[in-house]
């Protein structure tokens, strides 16, 4: 049975997709994997997969498309048993959607930019997640803050404060703020296919963290 991970945040552009796609594209060189795109009519993912066939094998990656929750449980309900991790980029928004991906899903990334609208944003996502509990108490959300500039005071004060008043566990890896990411995406590829070391490296430590997490040791 493959393990779902859904990449979940009501505000747009803070990453989900980035995050997405980069998982899935490190996880299918392990193990068979799938990338749901449920951010329909966007579909950055599926763009993204759609231009990745054309420069190189995908070979391990299969793309899935559900509009709905019902379309959601039933793609997923046959792909979990062909693949080992199934990546759920979810729209952004409060919807049925989310809270669909949030029930379904063993872990729950929630990428997060250290602003402050981005913040309140998620402070509205963490009222679902707790009533998502209600159903099944084992739901597992983690922060992942993304573009992060380490850098900064704002962003270490923000990130503090934020992991305190939240009371969602954050990951210890954190994404930085890097051209790359844009760069890969818009050729189809991952940090994994892209010339920047530091990227590579991070998203390489993302993959650890969350195999771990999940209790899934390498393939
Ligand atoms: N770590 C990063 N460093 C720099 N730019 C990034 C990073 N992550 C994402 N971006 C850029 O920010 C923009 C939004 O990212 P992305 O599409 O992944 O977010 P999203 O949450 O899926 O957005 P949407 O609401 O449009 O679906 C894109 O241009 C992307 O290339
Ligand atoms: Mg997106």
Redesign the pocket.
Known sequence: MAAIIGII?V???????????NLAAHLAVEAPTALVEC?LP?G?SASWYALRRHSLSVEGLTLATAADPAELVAVCGTLVTSHRYLII?A??RLAEMTRAIIVMSRLCLI?LGASAAEIWSTTDLMKTIAQAKQFRPDVDARLLW???RSYTREAQELSAAVGRELGVPELATK????????EA??RGLSVREWPDRAAREEMARLVDEVRNIMGEGMP
Do not use: E, H, L, N
Request: glycine share 12%; proline share 9%.
């Open positions: 945040q505000k747009g552009g803070v990453g989900r997709s980035t995050i997405a796609t951010d966007q950055t980029d729209p952004p990428p993304t573009r992060y994404i930085g703020y890097r051209v790359s990411y844009s995406m818009a």
